[in-house]
DNA sequence: AGAAAAGATGACGTTGACGTAAACGGGACG
DNA sequence: CGTCCCGTTTACGTCAACGTCATCTTTTCT
């Protein structure tokens, strides 16, 4: 089931991405799973990591500031130096969420106003052919 | 000023974008200059489409998706049958919008906790350091 | 054991969204 | 008049993020 480790096969089933996607974030060192012999094992911190990831190109970051802000996440043994700089760039990705959430629900509203004009229009050319 | 018209330098002033990127929007079909002799002239409607380009790709949209729903904006004389089709693109981009906003609600409060949790660690550090 | 399936590596291909360079034309101006 | 500078077209280059072979081991099934 949920095992310790999953082979390639079984991540790409879990989160629908194929194995050249996985094997692509390896060598961008997005994720860093063992081997056993030749064979890739993915952790329970690559799934996590992953997941983050994923949502993450949906926000449309870069796979790189995504890398960045992983780090985050799997704080380990780092220097502290390592560590506040990490925060700031987690600081700045904050930021542009947050500016993206704006903005976002201003393009919601205006995009719903639209749809409303164009609906109402379509209506009425209906009641007009009557 | 804001005249009428503008050159494809006040454009690029304006939106922060090279010549390149507007002849290329042009060459896309996504903004229609009108021509002086040879030289475009972008109108207050490429403006406005502009500025939902460019806003669309802040929201990691393809100029594709983006062009679909330019056509919501400036109507003009279409077909019934076009404009419902257009209507139906803008419900499923509100849909991905507002599936988005949920989504970047939830990694905010994530990324907060997490940043909250190594800014904790870091101070620790300090005080145990004294 | 033999065949099929899964996984690895390496290399080249692709798509979207432009960048960059070459070659040309037409105003502006010193 | 020569020469910038802005703009145009055409064409090739680039970068990210994978896709798609081809080829080779290694398991796994029967």
Redesign the interface.
């Known amino acids: 089931m949920t095992s310790e480790t999953m082979t390639i096969r079984q991540m790409c089933d879990l989160f629908d991405v194929t194995p050249r996607t996985l094997r692509f974030y390896e060598a961008k060192e997005l994720l860093f799973p063992v081997r056993e012999g030749q064979r890739r094992l993915f952790t329970r911190r690559d799934r996590a990591r992953l997941k983050l990831i994923l949502?993450g190109k949906?926000?449309?970051f870069s796979l790189e500031e995504i890398r960045q802000?992983l780090d985050?996440?799997y704080?380990g043994d780092r220097q502290?130096t390592q560590?506040?700089r990490?925060?700031d760039i987690?600081?700045d990705?904050?930021n542009d969420?947050?500016r993206?959430?704006a903005?976002?629900?201003e393009?919601?509203d205006e995009?719903?106003n639209?749809?409303q004009l164009?609906?109402d229009?379509?209506s009425s050319?209906h009641s007009a052919a009557q």
């Open positions: 949502r949906r926000f449309g802000l985050l996440y704080v502290e560590l506040s990490t925060l987690a600081q990705r904050l969420m947050e993206q959430r903005e976002l629900n393009a919601i995009l719903r639209q749809m164009v609906g229009m379509l050319r």
